[in-house]
C-alpha cells in the first residue's frame, strides 16, 4: 500500500479515535474521506488532516465536533 494510505487502525491513532468511532462515522457519513479497495478501507492521509482542520472551533459553543456523535440529538428508534 501506498505510503500516503494508511488502514483503519492506524488512522484510529493516527486521529485519536478509536476504530469503532471510525467505523461508525463512515456509516453516517461525518468522517473522514477513505477508500474502499474491496473488503479493505484505508484513508489518505491528506484526507485525514483536511478533516481534523474542519473540526477546529474557537469555543464550546460552536457547532458539535461531529455532528453524527452529538449526544444530545435524538436518533430514531427504539430498543426494546
Known sequence: ????YMPTKAAASYTG???STLNKLRVIGDGPKYVKCGRRVVYEIADLDDWLASLKRHSTSDSPLVAGLDPTVERGGSRS
Request: charged share 15%; no cysteine; proline share 0%.
Open 1 to 4: 500500500m501506498n505510503a500516503r
Open 17 to 19: 479515535l478509536s476504530i
